[in-house]
C-alpha cells in the first residue's frame, strides 16, 4: 500500500484499523510494521504509533548518493562480466528492450511508462551484476526514494537526456569497456541527482 501510493508519507498505521481491514489479527500487522520499519518506510513514534516515514530533501540526495555509488559498480561488473563471458549478448537483451521502450514512451509522451521502464532498467542492471548485496541495497532505497519521487520523475526529469545516457550505458556494456560504463552510469545519476535537489 505503501509503494502503490494508497499509503502517503505522514499517514498513521494503525494496528487495530489495518486488522479490521485486512480482516486478521493485530499480531501480523504489528510485524508487518516492524519489517517496514527495518526497510525505512515505516517510523515510530514514542506514544503515538506507527507512520509512513516521510523523507526530507537531505534523505533523498543521501539516498542518491548511494545510489550513484551502487549503479556505478553494478555497470561494472555487468560490463566486466560481458567482457570476460559470464554474461552472453542475449544476456543483455532485456536492457536493450527498455531503451526501446523508453525511446517510444518518449515520442507518445507516455512518460508515467517510461519512468516504469527507468526502473526496470536501472533495476536490471543490478540483477545482471552477480553481486546480491547491491541488487538488495539499491532496491531497498529505490522503494524509500519513489515514495517521494513518484510525482517527480514522470514530469520533471529530463528523459531525453536520460534516454541518451541509458543508450551510452548499453553501448559502454557492449564495448566491454567496465570504466567507461561506470563512469557514464555515476554521471547520469550525478545529474538527476543535482536536477532532484533544485525540484525538492
Given at each position: ?136 541495497e539499491h532496491l531497498r532505497l529505490k522503494i524509500q526514494m ?50 532532484i535537489y533544485h525540484l525538492l
Amino acid at each position: 500500500m505503501i509503494v502503490s501510493k494508497e499509503l502517503l508519507p505522514g499517514n498513521p498505521i494503525g494496528e487495530v484499523d489495518f486488522a479490521k481491514k485486512l480482516n486478521i489479527s493485530r499480531t501480523p500487522i504489528r510485524a508487518a510494521i516492524h519489517i517496514l520499519q527495518d526497510d525505512g518506510l515505516v517510523e515510530l513514534v514514542s506514544n503515538k504509533g506507527a507512520y509512513v516515514k516521510s523523507f526530507s530533501k537531505n534523505d533523498i540526495i543521501l539516498s542518491y548518493e548511494i545510489v550513484e555509488a551502487l549503479e556505478g559498480m553494478a555497470t561494472y561488473l555487468v560490463a566486466e562480466k560481458y567482457k570476460s563471458g559470464y554474461l552472453l549478448k542475449s544476456d543483455l537483451d532485456n536492457l536493450k528492450k527498455l531503451v526501446i521502450k523508453m525511446d517510444k514512451d518518449l515520442e507518445t509522451t507516455n512518460y508515467n511508462d517510461w519512468s516504469k521502464c527507468d526502473g526496470e532498467f536501472h533495476g536490471e542492471i543490478t540483477k545482471l551484476c552477480g553481486n546480491y548485496y547491491i541488487k538488495n541495497e539499491h532496491l531497498r532505497l529505490k522503494i524509500q526514494m519513489n515514495c517521494v519521487l513518484w510525482f517527480i520523475t514522470p514530469t520533471y526529469i529530463d528523459k531525453r537526456t536520460s534516454n541518451k545516457e541509458h543508450h551510452m550505458i548499453l553501448e559502454s556494456i557492449l564495448e566491454k569497456e567496465p570504466d567507461k560504463a561506470r563512469q557514464i552510469a555515476q554521471n547520469h545519476r550525478n545529474r538527476v541527482r543535482n536536477e532532484i535537489y533544485h525540484l525538492l
